[in-house]
DNA sequence: GGCTATCTTCTACGTTTGTAGAAGATGCCT
DNA sequence: AGGCATCTTCTACAAACGTAGAAGATAGCC
């Protein structure tokens, strides 16, 4: 599933509280944005159509939840960047992180202690 | 700089063999990807227009070389990616990483101790 | 039962991306 | 100098993306 910049922040906002009427994604959305009413509305059939949501109706209004998990949706974009942009290995990713980008000693550590542990799955 | 997909192959092409011709381009690219010498030039054009390359003429053709490094374009790339799918943070990527995607608890090690490994910048 | 507020559907249009042919320019070989 | 092999320039076109107005359908209120 590959969604696009804009197809992101709706999804985002429908991720976040779902589900959703366009009202309520306009209103996560329109802010950053200032998207029209119909913008919005546009996107999410497109994303219904692309089986990334889920339309019901209820009364004359449509309401939209997701189809695919936060989690899937990230696995690809991860997926598609490793592949375009860093030989499709995770080593090249953690290498460019470590070396280019200013992450202070804390940080570092703080993000290897996370990789490194295997209980960091799903913690209460 | 914003690199789309079809624009990243050829940019790893180049930065792979720099300066290169359409030619080298399209032996490197064209073979997994089948594209028509006409569409490579079109690429590298766009990519000059766009202020990735760099043309030169040599006699009537002309050879490229990147005018952005292959890590800053990585860095764009990458922060892009934070901002549209994990919250802008490193520590939901990370997250992601350790809870969704399987790797085995050797190359997580691996990784943890590149990340924490104080030189692992450039080292001959 | 009609009005108004709200939703949806349809349609549209500019931009970017992916892909490439036709035609024109240039240089090299004999 | 003529011709072949290359290169480039121009132009095009379909699909995807970003954005949104106009017009039609509904429903709740008085």
Not at 12 to 33: H, I
Not at 64 to 71: G, L, Q
């Amino acid at each position: 599933m590959n969604l696009s910049e804009a197809e992101w922040t709706v999804m985002n906002a429908v991720w976040s509280k779902a589900p959703a009427s366009v009202r309520d994604v306009q209103d996560r959305v329109g802010a950053e944005r200032g998207w029209a009413h119909t913008t919005v509305k546009t996107m999410l059939d497109r994303l219904v159509a692309k089986g990334a949501l889920r339309e019901k109706k209820r009364a004359n209004a449509s309401i939209y939840e997701p189809r695919i998990s936060r989690e899937e949706a990230r696995t690809s974009a991860l997926r598609a960047l490793l592949t375009r942009s860093f030989d499709g290995s995770f080593g090249s990713l953690v290498h460019h992180i470590v070396s280019e980008e200013r992450l202070s000693k804390k940080e570092r550590e703080r993000l290897a202690r996370q990789l490194g542990d295997d209980d960091a799955e799903e913690r209460p």
